[in-house]
């Protein structure tokens, strides 16, 4: 994500504005920026890179005098890193200033709406339309200008705003995006997270969903979007900086569990435009969709089981054959591919050696490829021929969750569109799967809210030895990122298998009270599943059930049941890895594992 500041007060603005931005690196970034009122004009300065450059720029603040700004860490959503593209934005005369946190869905209609009025785009971004559209709604009075900008712009945002013609306010304006304003002894501060002002101030406002902050050195007052003032109670931080950072949770990798619910809806609704599925940065035509001959699907990891569960729903829905890779199986098995091939690489750091390499073979035998990639500007996000990005924002525990669920849905949109043009599917199919999509992130909500019952179970698997996961068809899939996650974060051996095959071999592992997952989720495998599970039980496995609602048949079979809600078949994944994520965890931190950085692992294997 993004990081925002905004001060004002007695002292010089832009060493505080610095020294905000500082704490809020972790967030991680590519490019940053500041914007100080120094008397007569707003002054921006801008840099990509690390922060010590912007500070090294304006000597820590010193060539930047003034007692208001904003400031910005830029993760760059729309349009590559870049100084152009880095934040604060100005309108065209420079009268005013803004910096965002979170994506405007409907900013192609907007940049479409402003140039026919004549205004003139500097960079890629879909922030600079705010700083547009609220020059063009100003009249005198920033509070209304900033109502109406509210009124057109769809999307997620939390807002730093200066006006020239206002210099002794600052205005921060809050939607999904999260923002804080802080009260300090010789100034007020506005920040995207709570690390950014503890040298300053204890004293924070949490701005709620369409409200306003408008600051000045002595005072901050509160309105909603029709510009009525509210009454708003200060809260006292207790959390030391390190929490802090975490934005009160334990471990990165639990912060980022729960951003889920919001990195879904930023990765699904930007490409659901009036009930239809519109990817503009897929680059491909009808015809073209049409003539995909077969989808490979290559990556590494996690990443390869969301394409491992991709493949059904391709198949299933456009019916379009999929091949799933091991990037580094593919790069070195000569793989067949033929010109109306499409290749799928699919990373998070977009920095994988082995998916990097795998991306450069199909281009060398000149097949399309598509990158769905978390990390804008990446080496994979550049090479590929087209990219989509999975809007889940920095990623920083290296056990993936967020940027995982991200690229499922990703992949759902993509394998409805291809059905849709192919005519597998008709319109009101295509609706109803889009229904079920847009309530994903609710229903991953709902199941986080389950993580004291499932800690409650998995502190009774802190010394378990061996756990095994099992599913049929996508549960298969669910299984295998089910057991990846335990392994990789509470180093217990722990194998994913189809559970047609456990009479194959792998039961004869199964001992008294082995622990035994099985993914449940695809009704018509219900019967099949639950024969496995008596098998294992009867062998003395204790079988953990993930399966949806309403199939009360599992409780006879299994012994500890979580159930999931009602989703379209496809879709399954995206909700049962929500509590094998929450039980890996738990067990993690149960063992005293160091849960973010697990022993032995890097967040991006760059190297072969
Ligand atoms: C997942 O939790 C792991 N961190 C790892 O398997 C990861 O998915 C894999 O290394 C691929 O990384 P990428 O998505 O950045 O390419």
Sequence with gaps: MCGIVGYIGESQAAPVLLDGLSKLEYRGYDSAGIAVFDGEQIKVQKSTGRLKVLSELTHDGATMPGVSGIG????????????????????????????????????????????????????????????????????????????????????????????????????????????????GKDGNLIASDVPAVLKYTRNVYFIQNEEIAVLTKESIAFYNVDGDELPKEATTIDWDINAAEKGGYEHFMLKEMYEQPQTVRDTLNPRIREGEVVIEELGMGETEIRAIHKIHIVACGSAYHAGVTAKYVFEGLARIPVEVDLASEFRYRNPILAEDDLVIIISQSGE???????????????????????????????????????WAGPEIAVA?????????????????????????????????LLQDLQKLPEQIEMLLGNKERIQRFANRYIAAKDVFFVGRGIDFAISMEGSLKLKEISYIHSEAYA??????????????????????????????????????????????????????????????????????????NSLAIIPLQLFSYYVSVGKGCDVDKPRNLAKSVTVE
């Design 499 to 572: 559970a047609g095959e456990l009479k194959h071999g792998t039961i004869s592992l199964i001992e008294e009270g082995t622990l035994v997952a099985a993914v449940v989720t695809q009704e018509e495998l219900y019967k099949k599943t639950i024969s496995n599970i008596v098998e294992l039980r009867s062998r003395g496995a204790f079988v953990l059930a993930v399966t949806n609602t309403g199939n009360r048949e599992i409780e006879k079979a299994a012994d500890y049941v979580i159930y999931i809600p009602q989703t379209n078949r496809y879709f399954t």
């Design 72 to 183: 910005h860490t830029r993760w760059a959503t729309h349009g590559a890193p870049s100084n152009v593209n880095a934040h604060p934005h100005y309108n065209q005369t420079e009268t005013i200033a803004v910096v965002h946190n979170g994506i405007i869905e409907n900013y192609l209609k907007l940049r479409k709406y402003l140039e026919e009025k004549g205004y003139q785009f500097v960079s890629e971004t879909d922030t600079e339309i705010v700083a547009h559209l609220l020059d063009r709604y100003y009249k005198g009075d920033p509070l209304e200008a900033i109502t109406k900008v509210m009124h057109r712009v769809e999307g997620s945002y939390a807002l730093g705003i200066l006006f020239k013609e206002h210099p002794d306010q600052v205005f921060a304006v809050r939607k999904d995006s999260p923002l804080i304003v802080g009260r």
């Design 352 to 390: 994988t050696a082995d998916s990097l390499a795998a991306l450069r073979e199909a281009k060398q035998r000149g097949v399309k490829t598509l990158g769905i990639v978390n990390v804008v500007g990446s080496s994979i996000a550049r090479e590929a021929d087209q990219v989509m990005y999975t």
């Design 400 to 432: 993936t969750t967020k940027a995982y669920s991200a690229q499922l849905v990703a992949q759902y949109l993509l394998a409805i569109l291809f059905a849709k043009v192919r005519g597998e599917i008709i319109e009101t199919e295509a609706a109803g």
